[in-house]
């Protein structure tokens, strides 16, 4: 948690964002079966280019967390007198389908994929105003956001200097850097000319993952790049500086903040994920309940002489829903060939309702159709606990890869998405020969 007066004065140092504009309606309002009465109530939710802003830091309405989005309608029928509205997140290159939309008269409620978590607001023409919800981190999270229609979404206080100094490559990063906390990182930035919407995108790599697609801008002098993707809002924030390093701030959410610096490096490397969890017992075997309650161990039947990848996650773990959605292509591409894998799931409470809700909706969702089970609450010391084979539990997701005598092959902690772009490709290239090799 960081102190009030520590943001205010670091503030000069930030790139601010400005809200967008609201633009003239410019569309008719599609035709439905509700009365003439109904409809006079109704304030529809107009499709096109919107920008919004969290507001996550209550000292300063300047500093605040663009995200951008569009909205179109998907006619039911070929009269088009009944639709639904089809919600598209945009972060860099990802987009984030969200079709949990329910409009009443002028409020909106926007229950985004996997995570669960709410964008809950009022409505006018050009404006939406209200809540972001993330019931993982409890049901009185709640922060702030407003929204305008706008086809040119993000802004910046100043138009980009194209002539500006390029910061395009990899970034030696620390974290917390001068702290008993510091920890390194990757900083990846391809910096692109002629962009309104912004010209600049990345991520940040850790020894545990990554932060997404981020996108924002960078003027010659100072640098802001954002994402939100449901379950975390995340903005970057630095100071292009003396030695060409830079000067940064992170915030994630409401609740998160701490420093960060950067030296341009394209030979830094980080620690090799293979290399962080070790196994502490000769055999690695568990006994967990399933949505169902039933209990599933390697030891079952179904996992005998397979070949079998155990991935620790959380739904509320983008990064492990990145290595999910991986997950599901490759049981698919390996499934009649002996390979089996298993979810072992750790929820922000010890609740196995909670898990089976998750659980069904990260099925649903993603269309994994192997083995859950829910480990209990995602603390890593209680999750060590749960799994003692494991020295600790560093990350999640951690995932073991077992041959078909039992034996543990690799333990990867973490996982690279594809925000990470070629470091994502290799990841993807090593697994899928790893598994073919075992197999």
Request: with cysteine; hydrophobic share 35%; charged share 25%.
């Amino acid at each position: 948690m960081y102190k009030l007066s520590l943001i205010s004065a670091l503030i000069a140092l930030a790139v601010i964002f400005t809200a967008c504009p609201p633009a003239q309606q410019d569309i008719d309002d599609p035709m439905n079966t509700n009365t003439e009465e109904e409809k006079e109530s109704i304030t529809y939710f107009q499709r096109g280019g919107w920008c919004g802003f969290l507001y996550i830091d209550s000292t300063n309405i300047n500093n605040n967390l663009p995200f951008t989005f569009t909205v179109k309608y998907e006619y039911l029928s070929t009269r088009k007198d009944t639709f639904s509205y089809v919600f598209m997140i945009r972060n860099g290159d990802e987009r984030i389908e969200v079709r949990d939309i329910v409009v009443k008269n002028d409020s909106v409620t926007i229950t985004l994929p996997v995570f669960g978590s709410q964008l809950i607001g009022k409505m006018t023409e050009t404006t939406i105003e209200g809540y972001w919800y993330n019931y993982n981190k409890g049901n009185n999270y709640k922060i702030p956001f407003k929204a305008y229609r706008d086809k040119t979404s993000r802004r910046f206080v100043s138009e980009p200097n194209n002539t500006a100094n390029d910061i395009s490559g990899n970034w030696k990063t620390t974290f917390s850097p001068g702290t008993e906390d510091a920890y390194p990182a990757l900083a990846i930035f391809e910096q692109r000319r002629g962009r309104r919407n912004g010209n600049l995108k990345g991520t940040f790599l850790t020894e545990t993952g990554d932060y997404r697609y981020l996108e924002g801008f960078f003027d010659g002098n100072s640098l802001a790049l954002s994402a939100f993707d449901g379950a975390h809002a995340f903005l970057f924030k630095g100071k292009f500086g003396a030695e060409g390093k830079i000067i940064g701030e992170f915030w994630s959410g409401s609740h998160w903040y701490e420093k960060w610096e950067a030296s341009q490096d394209d030979d830094f490397e980080l620690t090799d994920m293979k290399t962080l969890t070790k196994l502490q017992a000769s055999k690695f075997n568990f006994s967990l309940p399933n949505e169902q309650g039933e209990m599933i161990s390697l030891s079952d039947e179904r996992y005998k002489d397979k070949v079998v990848i155990v991935q620790i996650l959380g739904t509320w773990c983008p990064n492990c829903m990145d290595e999910t959605r991986d997950l599901v292509k490759l049981y698919e591409t390996y499934k009649d060939q002996g390979l089996e894998i298993i979810g072992i799931d750790f929820e922000p409470r010890d609740d196995k309702e909670l898990f089976q809700k998750n659980i069904q909706r990260l099925k649903a969702d993603l269309g994994v159709e192997y083995e859950m089970v829910f480990g209990g609450k995602s603390n890593k010391k209680e999750a060590a606990k749960v799994l003692p084979a494991l020295e600790h539990i560093m990350s999640y997701p951690t995932t073991l890869f077992i041959d078909r005598s039992g034996k543990v092959q690799e333990i990867h902690t973490g996982y690279y998405g594809p925000s990470t772009g070629e470091y994502h490709t290799k990841l993807q290239n090593e697994i899928q020969d790893l598994i073919s090799n075992l197999l």
